[in-house]
């Protein structure tokens, strides 16, 4: 793992109106790190991944990509830059098979413009071939006939085909039984393993010990813990998340830092 971030907040804030989401928020993860976003709802950590991705523009603070500020107006621009996210929603089209949902908007074509239909099969295979995923009997199966944990595999496959530098997961155990639970964990592990920097936002902390390597912990929209898994414990975290050390917000009580 490099410790050098290739992603870097530096003291972002969001407010919407009268309510302040993040305040002075410094967030990092480097290559090879799966860094764990963990808080309590209301805690700022859907907030803060829609300013990576570009969906929320932040009011103040500063985004560091490979340690150059970068100005993401949108998800392309996160996308241009390398970072993905995977909505806890996933965004996936049950009418269409794995290849058409991993390849939906980013069509491939041949050099008469026709859809490149074995070359789009081909590279959907590699991809999860490479992370190791075993369960989809057939990449033209439909999505709707998918488990929830296949189609979280899908999801991040259709994520990291891209040249992906950093990928942040947005709950992606939530709703899935045991068995499901193991396959998406172990794919989170072995994204980290290939290097990628992967930030899991998680309520689980079950999750989070297991395959994380830090943990970064947000409460009321502030920055208030950063541990190393191994050198913490879940009591520690939940500590930090029910009652972490919060900064006074300048002309506004902390009762109304809420998100």
Not at 8 to 16: H, I, P, T
Not at 25 to 41: C, K, P
Not at 157 to 179: F, R, Y
Not at 198 to 209: A, I, P, R, T
Request: a negative charge; proline letters at 2%.
């Amino acid at each position: 793992m490099n410790d050098s971030p290739i992603l870097e907040l530096r003291g972002v804030s969001k407010a919407f109106g009268a309510v302040q989401a993040l305040y002075e928020v410094d967030f990092h993860v480097a290559a090879g790190e799966v860094m764990a976003l963990v808080g309590d709802n209301g805690a700022g950590k859907s907030t803060l991944i829609k300013c990576i991705a570009g969906i929320y523009s932040s009011d103040s603070g500063e985004i560091l990509y490979n340690g150059e500020p970068v100005s993401i107006h949108g998800p392309k621009d996160a996308a241009k830059l390398g970072i993905e996210v995977v909505y806890q929603d996933l965004a996936l089209a049950d009418n269409l098979d794995v290849v058409q949902n991993m390849f939906l908007g980013r069509e491939e074509t041949t050099s008469l413009r026709r859809l490149d239909e074995v070359d789009m099969e081909r590279r959907a295979k590699e991809t999860l071939q490479t992370l190791s995923v075993t369960t989809i009997r057939s990449v033209r199966q439909t999505v709707a006939g998918l488990s929830g944990g296949q189609r979280q595999s899908v999801a991040v496959a259709k994520a990291v085909m891209w040249n992906s530098k950093v990928v942040i997961l947005d709950e992606p155990t939530a709703a899935l039984g045991v068995a499901q639970t193991r396959q998406v964990l172990d794919l989170v592990r072995r994204l980290g393993e290939q290097g990628l920097a992967v930030v899991l936002v998680s309520h689980n902390l079950h999750d989070v010990f297991e395959v994380s390597d830090s943990v970064t912990v947000l409460r009321l929209g502030q920055n208030v813990a950063e541990f190393k898994t191994k050198e913490t414990n879940q009591t520690e975290v939940v500590e930090a998340i029910t009652a972490g050390k919060l900064s006074k917000i300048p002309g506004q009580p902390a009762a109304e830092v809420v998100v």
